[in-house]
């Protein structure tokens, strides 16, 4: 086997927030001005390290329009972790948080969810203040908060590490003391 460990993440948020350039970025390390819609869902999985194991983690992106809401059960099963975006440019895309953590923790149990504030490069734009996405995270139980931008890179590369961080801390060393990064 090529890795030591796998894990499922899923990426999930209001069309448009930047679900597929996240991925995207992190994935390839670029960022493309023009990407499609993306229709159902697509997969893509990386291989990175922590902790001197290898990781493989495999990203579902999932469309999100109304019409594929029947694909949320399949899409939750078996996942180990969710990234919830919202677009701090716009704040009704952190309206619709309680809806997704309830079908998250309905269909994929108590998983780790991290909030993501994302277009920081947009800072002029911002409607959403820092303190509020923070509030939100706590009000909702997530495991952790992060602003980033996919399109100056600000914070992705972090935004993973923390992700695998709580996971090995959930799933491979629940019982150690924990270092932190
Ligand atoms: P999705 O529908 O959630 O998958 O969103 P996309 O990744 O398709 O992005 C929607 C739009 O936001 C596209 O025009 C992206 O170029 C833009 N976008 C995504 N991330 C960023 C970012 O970090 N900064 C800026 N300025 N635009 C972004
Ligand atoms: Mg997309």
């Known amino acids: 086997m090529d890795y030591d460990y796998t894990f499922k993440a899923m990426m999930l948020g209001d069309a448009s927030v930047g679900k597929t350039s996240l991925t995207i970025r992190y994935i390839s390390g670029s960022f493309l001005e023009d990407l499609k819609l993306t229709i159902g869902v697509d997969f893509y999985s990386k291989l990175t390290s922590f902790k001197n194991k290898k990781v493989k983690l495999q990203i579902w992106d999932f469309g999100g329009e109304e019409r594929f809401r029947f694909l949320l059960s399949q899409y939750c099963r078996g996942a180990n972790a969710a990234f919830f975006l919202y677009d701090i440019t716009n704040?009704?895309?952190?309206?619709?948080?309680?809806?997704?953590?309830?079908?998250?923790?309905?269909?994929?149990?108590?998983?780790?969810?991290?909030?993501?504030?994302?277009?920081?490069?947009?800072?002029?734009?911002?409607?959403?203040?820092?303190?509020?996405?923070?509030?939100?995270?706590?009000?909702?139980?997530?495991?952790?908060?992060?602003?980033?931008?996919?399109?100056?890179?600000?914070?992705?590369?972090?935004?993973?590490?923390?992700?695998?961080?709580?996971?090995?801390?959930?799933y491979v060393y629940p019982n150690d003391e924990f270092l932190e990064l």
Not at 131 to 158: C, H, M, P, W
Request: charged share 25%; with cysteine; net charge negative.
């Open 91 to 170: 704040p009704l895309t952190l309206e619709h948080l309680p809806d997704w953590t309830n079908i998250v923790r309905k269909y994929a149990g108590d998983i780790p969810i991290m909030l993501v504030g994302s277009k920081v490069d947009l800072e002029e734009f911002r409607a959403i203040p820092r303190d509020e996405g923070i509030r939100a995270a706590n009000k909702y139980n997530l495991a952790s908060f992060v602003e980033l931008s996919s399109k100056t890179g600000q914070n992705v590369e972090k935004a993973f590490q923390v992700m695998c961080s709580i996971l090995f801390e959930k």
